[in-house]
């Protein structure tokens, strides 16, 4: 919430433009880095994997959305063929098994930050265009 409201700070006087300018490119950042996610991980292709976790993650942390930050650096090191937790080297099976399994968790976190967002917004008399 500390990052959002620095960003909030940026908005003029009586609109939130800038703010949900920045909110909708993540919202169509995130939904086509997933598209490219899913394709990296039917294709096996771990670097290709690590570069998207690392993008999603500086989005992800400009707006403040923590949860999905971590998993995309989680995802990068995976895709690094590293888990950073247990502080060991992985074989890519494993890596893409952790990584399979991680996707799931990131989009979930995602469709609860996008919620959130857009309730914030709405509350604000903001809506967003749908998809």
């Given at each position: 919430?500390?990052?959002?409201?620095?960003?909030?700070?940026?908005?003029?006087?009586?609109?939130?433009?800038?703010?949900?300018e920045m909110v909708?490119?993540?919202?169509?950042?995130?939904?086509?880095?997933?598209?490219?996610?899913?394709?990296?991980?039917?294709?096996?292709?771990?670097?290709e994997l690590s570069?998207?976790?690392?993008?999603?993650?500086?989005?992800?942390?400009?707006?403040?959305?923590?949860?999905?930050?971590?998993?995309?650096?989680?995802?990068?090191?995976?895709?690094?063929?590293?888990?950073?937790?247990?502080?060991?080297?992985?074989?890519?099976?494993?890596?893409?098994?952790?990584?399979?399994?991680?996707?799931?968790?990131?989009?979930?976190?995602?469709?609860?930050?996008?919620?959130?967002?857009?309730?914030?917004?709405?509350?604000?008399?903001?809506?967003?265009?749908?998809?």
């Amino acid at each position: 919430m500390d990052i959002f409201g620095q960003i909030l700070e940026l908005d003029e006087e009586g609109t939130h433009d800038f703010s949900k300018e920045m909110v909708t490119a993540y919202f169509e950042q995130a939904t086509t880095t997933f598209g490219s996610m899913d394709q990296a991980l039917a294709d096996k292709k771990l670097p290709e994997l690590s570069a998207l976790g690392h993008f999603l993650k500086g989005s992800s942390a400009a707006l403040g959305i923590s949860k999905v930050q971590a998993a995309c650096e989680k995802m990068q090191h995976y895709g690094e063929l590293r888990d950073e937790d247990a502080d060991r080297d992985l074989a890519a099976p494993e890596a893409l098994a952790k990584i399979d399994a991680l996707l799931v968790e990131v989009k979930a976190e995602y469709a609860r930050a996008e919620k959130w967002l857009r309730k914030w917004y709405a509350a604000h008399n903001e809506q967003f265009a749908e998809p």
